[in-house]
């Protein structure tokens, strides 16, 4: 833009070159002069405020620059805290689906009246168990038992807080397994299958209670071997019975809570189940020392090595619209005590059959049996009792079942001392 003297140097130029062809007076260039300027001023101010423009969209555009980069940081964070969810979600989803959460549980009403004696009815929550496993891979996995007895413990209470399992499990191939940790003996019929709904009967059968004792379980190591025909061999060296109270098989259950591991127990079982319908079975357990010489009792001083030997059968069979099944068992225990006081608990035993009817309806299966036991135990002294049971058990779904059972339990040792009565209760597994 040109200066105001530069301006009017040109108007003057301009003037002289017109003067000889026409005279201005002083005024009428005066007036030129002021419209010349306004125009000029005009000029000025539109640039000025074209200028002010520009800087105002300059600083516009400054803001949104910040602003996009703002949001360019916010969405990296936001996609790199998505991506690290993905990866906690990932990691949660891949644990969740490697892990199992199962259990049991059992309500019983108790019925009974002994002769000459007292009469009991009750109602007891028996049992609450919450099974967690875990496959870290194919063939590695840990697996868990945890149970709640008789609704509460503490102290003073009736009920108790075990841990029946807990072991890692390891897969050489489809044939050899191992294990080690806690878990149940690899004998009789209820030990390892114990759920409520797998068995008839409102009570687990006192034979495998008392003289197996169901359910045991030990601490220690395993293998498991499977045949392409159905034959199966089990082995395991785990922590044995102290029998510090009266002789008394179940109660020298140790339960690996601070449990003396002088003389350890060694298991063997054979099975066949290569049959359809047929579980055939015999366990031999051994133990060197059944008062874990190491730390005798007063009372204990003189009891040695013990055996038990127990077999079993079961067979199930298609009848007309239902199942038909029978199982026998067998089980002795033979131990060796020094001196004449206590020869009554040198051999304990027991055996039952059981037969039974599964029959499908239109609202679940129904089953009725049957059962008779004979036990020859002792605990403080010798007991011998012949037991019959019968009942029904209505699974009002596969894995939940009502129970009812009539039993009569006779004293053959003392006079009028039998029992009998009636249970009712309900099982659940998942």
């Known amino acids: ?32 002069f002021e419209t010349y300027k306004k125009q000029q001023a005009l000029a000025l101010k539109k640039i000025t405020q074209e200028n002010s423009a520009l800087k105002q969209q300059n600083k516009l555009l400054k803001n949104k620059f910040e602003s996009t ?22 990691k949660i989803g891949q644990w969740f689906n490697k892990t199992t959460i199962g259990g049991y549980g059992e309500l019983h009403y108790t019925n009974r009246s002994r002769e000459n004696s007292s009469h009991q009815e009750q109602v007891d929550f028996h049992r609450f168990v919450l099974f967690f496993g875990h496959e870290f891979s194919d063939n590695l996995r840990f697996f868990s038992e945890l149970e709640l007895e008789h609704s509460i413990a503490g102290d003073g209470k009736k009920g108790e807080i075990e841990l029946e399992q807990a072991y890692i499990e390891y897969d050489f191939n489809d044939q050899l397994s191992a294990k080690a940790g806690l878990f149940l003996m690899p004998v009789g019929i209820m030990n390892e299958t114990h759920e409520p709904d ?36 089990d082995a395991a060296l785990m922590t044995g019975l102290e029998m510090s109270n009266k002789y008394s098989i179940r109660s020298g259950r140790g339960k690996v809570s601070k449990a003396q591991a002088n003389e350890p127990i060694i298991v063997g079982r054979v099975k ?12 031999v357990l051994h133990q060197t020392d059944m008062g874990q010489g190491d730390n005798p009792s007063a009372e204990m001083t003189n009891i040695g090595s013990g055996t038990l030997f127990e077999t079993h059968a079961i067979y199930s069979h298609s009848l007309g619209p239902g199942v038909l099944t029978a199982k026998a068992l067998y089980s002795r225990w033979s131990i060796n005590i020094d001196g004449d006081a206590d020869q009554a608990a040198e051999t304990q035993y027991g055996w039952y059959l059981e037969p039974s009817y599964r029959l499908p309806t ?20 010798d007991k011998n009792y012949d037991i019959w049971e019968a009942g029904a058990n209505w699974w009002i779904h596969e894995n939940v079942v009502l129970k009812a059972n009539y039993i009569y339990k006779q004293d053959t040792l003392q006079a009028n001392k039998d029992e009998r009565g009636f249970d009712l209760g309900i099982g659940y597994s998942f």
Do not use: H
């Open 272 to 283: 066949y189940t290569g049959y359809p319908g047929l579980e055939v079975a015999a366990t």
């Open 69 to 90: 980069q703002k949001q360019v940081k916010n969405n990296t964070i936001a996609v790199e805290t998505v991506s690290d969810n993905v990866t906690v979600a990932s």
């Open 362 to 381: 239109t609202y679940g299966d129904v089953g009725v049996y049957g059962r008779f036991q004979k036990l020859n135990y002792y605990s403080g002294s």
């Open 198 to 233: 797998t068995f008839y009967g409102v009570d687990r059968n006192e034979v495998e209670k008392y003289i197996i004792p169901a359910t045991w379980w030990e601490a220690g190591i395993g293998a498991s071997y499977k045949f392409d025909n159905g034959l199966s061999l």
């Open 1 to 32: 833009m040109l200066s105001s003297k530069s301006s009017l140097a040109i108007i003057i130029s301009s003037l002289l070159l017109t003067s000889n062809v026409q005279a201005i007076t002083a005024d009428e260039l005066a007036i030129q």
